[in-house]
């Protein structure tokens, strides 16, 4: 498997200024749809009743990316640095746009899922580029002693300067229009999540496009990396919430939090120059460009089944 995923690495993916201003209007726009759920009385909230909310946050920031570099540690000996390094920033990415409606199918605690994904948003520019420093440069100090692999400089101020530039406004802007226009927000929330997740499709399928013989050689090698990694997540969710000990149907939101990521942060994160230069990646980082646009549209598969299995299960304190 290895070899095979070896050759994901001649990809490298650049955009002119042009191409990519539209890819961070689409980002723009995601987190804008996304923080049209964020609300100050939701902040508020968490301190009335915060177990779980910070038992979530916790298993999002701590127990996620620990356990995502330490299957990554596991499989080194059939995975590439690369596709490590693209779980590692999946991981570091906060909950995804569509966890709110699978929580709702699931039957799970709404309000702390809005809550779990407006905390780790309103982070993200802090705690993304933070964990995939301090996990990814631990993984790329053990396997370059490990295996004479070449070293890579793990981004943290350009990816922080950037993030806080392409979300700040933006999630601002999408809290401003909550609270003071909430009749136009409930207008605009739904519509807003289905658009992003085709802007977000769409954006896979240009981008790989040029290279689809080469995806989907390897998309059976990456299928199963993908769905290893999200069922990890999931059981993350569902586990940490168990040994907590906290409500039944909060454990079904904490296990679909965990489990659903903001993966198109991610990917758009790679598309940047600025954040990923092609010359100080060695010209290619191909490996995480799959694992990234894969876990996009695999987490929406795996989180809609459990969801369904979770709404067939009845509640029992």
């Given amino acids: ?34 923080a049209l759920g964020i609300k100050l009385q939701t902040f508020k909230d968490v301190f009335r009743s915060p177990k779980s909310v910070i038992v979530g946050v916790l298993l999002q920031w701590v127990a996620l990316p620990a356990v995502t570099f330490l299957v990554s540690l596991a499989l080194n000996s059939v995975i590439t640095p690369m596709v490590a390094l693209g779980m590692i920033l999946v991981a570091s990415c906060p909950g995804g746009n569509i966890s709110n409606f699978i929580s709702s199918l699931s ?4 309000e702390l899922s809005v809550s779990m994904t407006a ?5 993200a520019p802090i705690v993304t580029p933070l964990n995939f420093f301090v ?15 070449p070293r890579l400089v793990i981004p943290f101020m350009p990816m922080l300067e950037q993030i806080l530039l392409l979300l700040g406004v933006p999630i601002v802007l ?24 085709l802007l977000f499709i769409g954006m896979v399928v240009v981008s790989f496009m040029q290279d689809y013989k080469l995806y989907l050689s390897n998309l059976h090698y990456i299928f199963i990396i993908v769905l290893l990694h999200n069922a990890c997540a999931l059981c993350t969710g569902y586990l940490g919430a168990t040994l907590a000990k906290v409500p039944r149907v909060d454990r079904r939101s904490l296990t679909i939090e965990v489990g659903i990521q903001n993966s198109g ?4 994160l790679l ?3 600025a ?43």
Avoid: C
């Fill in 1 to 34: 498997m290895k070899e095979h995923l070896e050759s994901l690495n001649v990809l490298s993916l650049s955009f002119n200024d042009g191409g990519m201003m539209i890819v961070n209007v689409i980002l723009a726009f995601v987190m804008f749809g996304v």
């Fill in 107 to 110: 039957k799970g605690n709404v």
């Fill in 119 to 123: 905390i780790t948003t309103a982070f």
């Fill in 135 to 149: 996990w990814g440069s631990l993984y790329n100090h053990i396997v370059s002693v490990a295996d004479e692999v």
């Fill in 174 to 197: 999408g809290m401003l229009v909550s609270r003071y226009f909430p009749n136009v927000t409930k207008r605009l929330t739904k519509p807003a999540q289905v658009l992003s997740i």
């Fill in 265 to 268: 942060l991610g990917l758009v």
């Fill in 271 to 273: 598309f940047n120059p």
């Fill in 275 to 317: 954040i990923f230069p092609p010359e100080v990646w060695h010209g290619h980082y191909g490996g995480m460009l799959f694992v990234t646009a894969w876990w996009g549209i695999w987490h929406i598969i795996s989180g809609l089944t459990v969801a369904t299995i979770f709404r067939r299960t009845p509640l029992k304190e």
